[in-house]
T-cell receptor, first 108, second 112 residues
Framework: DAKTTQPTSMDCAEGRAANLPCNHS???????VYWYRQIHSQGPQYIIH???NNETNEMASLIITEDRKSSTLILPHATLRDTAVYYC?????????FGAGTRLFVKA | NAGVTQTPKFRVLKTGQSMTLLCAQD?????MYWYRQDPGMGLRLIHY???????AKGEVPDGYNVSRLKKQNFLLGLESAAPSQTSVYFC???????????FGQGTRLTVV
């Protein structure tokens, strides 16, 4: 089964870049990498996704290694409002499986 | 554009009571999902549906039933609520090809 591994928690200083890693060594060749975040007790919010190439949108950048076994979500200038749990959930067939994610603390 | 709407937002049940949580999406998505989230934990998949009239079990289906009679609605039922079902419940929907999931705002359920 597809599986991802993320650090439990990370700290980042406000205004600095936050780099959140995800290991997805069992990802299949045509499977996209998706990232979400959950702020406090709200529903998870989609951030970005990619297949092979690096991607950037107004929220973040996604760097996927050439072998696709890992990726890094980059928040270029973290703010206090970026404090949240970040997920890179794997897909298993029709299902998206959310683990515990990485709890990012952005500190002033 | 409402996206995914869950009803109700909060509910307190007594042990043994039944209730139905409603999830409605207006994006014409084929796939719909019910997750539960306990304090400090990730989301766990309860049941999901890949189309109108179809349902399937997720990771933690015991004690729950679901129905997808209309494409836009996905209902989660608790026939006999137990304190262990105290949780926050999230509904989500996705397209077939683009699997970006849209989530509702959650239903906070307490069983006493």
């Amino acid at each position: 089964d597809a599986k991802t591994t993320q650090p439990t928690s990370m700290d980042c200083a406000e205004g600095r870049a936050a780099n959140l890693p995800c290991n997805h060594s069992t990802i299949s060749g045509n499977e996209y990498v998706y990232w979400y975040r959950q702020i406090h007790s709200q529903g998870p919010q989609y951030i970005i996704h990619g297949l092979k190439n690096n991607e950037t949108n107004e929220m973040a950048s996604l760097i996927i290694t050439e072998d696709r076994k890992s990726s890094t979500l980059i928040l270029p200038h973290a703010t206090l409002r970026d404090t949240a749990v970040y997920y890179c959930p794997p897909r298993r067939g029709f299902k998206t499986i959310f683990g515990a994610g990485t709890r990012l603390f952005v500190k002033a | 554009n409402a996206g995914v709407t869950q009803t109700p937002k909060f509910r307190v049940l007594k042990t043994g009571q039944s209730m139905t949580l409603l999830c409605a999406q207006d994006m014409n998505h084929e796939y719909m999902y019910w997750y539960r989230q306990d304090p400090g934990m990730g989301l766990r998949l309860i049941h999901y549906s890949v189309g109108e009239g179809t349902t399937a079990k997720g990771e933690v289906p015991d004690g729950y039933n679901v129905s997808r009679l209309k494409k836009q609605n996905f209902l989660l039922g608790l026939e006999s609520a137990a304190p262990s079902q105290t949780s926050v419940y999230f509904c989500a929907s996705t397209e077939v090809v683009r699997a970006e999931a849209f989530f509702g705002q959650g239903t906070r359920l307490t069983v006493v």
